[in-house]
């Protein structure tokens, strides 16, 4: 077996906490709500141009899982327009944090999500 490339993530909520990282990630984020099967449960595929990369999953109370320690940080996302991006973020009152790696030749951008996960959006240093 070989891994090909990664796929998406999911993130699973309450409905209420649902909407707003579907609101979140669709308005803040650029995502776009596009097809998903139908399920079991109730959720949004978010793409990012033709590829469901951000699952949302409604939780349950028979989801709920014993206290656990995860090592999750945040999801990236490669990105171009990051002046446009800045001022949205700005405009919206998302607080974030920028770096510069020179030797990739990249800006990255980190900020989290209304459940408290970690966002990178890396632009070309320009």
């Known amino acids: 077996m070989k891994i090909i490339e990664f796929d998406h993530y999911n ?3 309450s409905r209420e906490l649902l909407e707003s990282l579907r609101r979140f990630y669709t308005e803040t ?3 776009t709500v596009g097809y998903r099967p139908h399920f079991r449960k109730f959720g949004y595929w978010l793409y990012a141009g033709d ?3 951000l699952h949302l999953s409604e939780s349950s109370q028979d989801d709920s899982m014993p206290s656990v ?3 999750f940080n945040h999801a990236a996302f490669n990105c171009s327009g990051l002046q446009e991006f800045q001022e949205r973020l700005s405009k919206l009152g998302v607080k974030y944090t920028t770096a510069r790696v020179p030797e ?4 990255q951008i ?3 999500d209304p459940a408290g996960n970690g966002v990178e959006l890396n632009f070309p240093d320009e």
Do not use: I
Request: hydrophobic share 45%.
């Open 104 to 107: 990739l030749e990249r800006v």
């Open 110 to 112: 980190f900020f989290s």
């Open 69 to 71: 320690q995860t090592s």
């Open 29 to 31: 984020v650029g995502l």
């Open 51 to 53: 590829h469901p990369v």
């Open 11 to 13: 993130l699973s909520a």
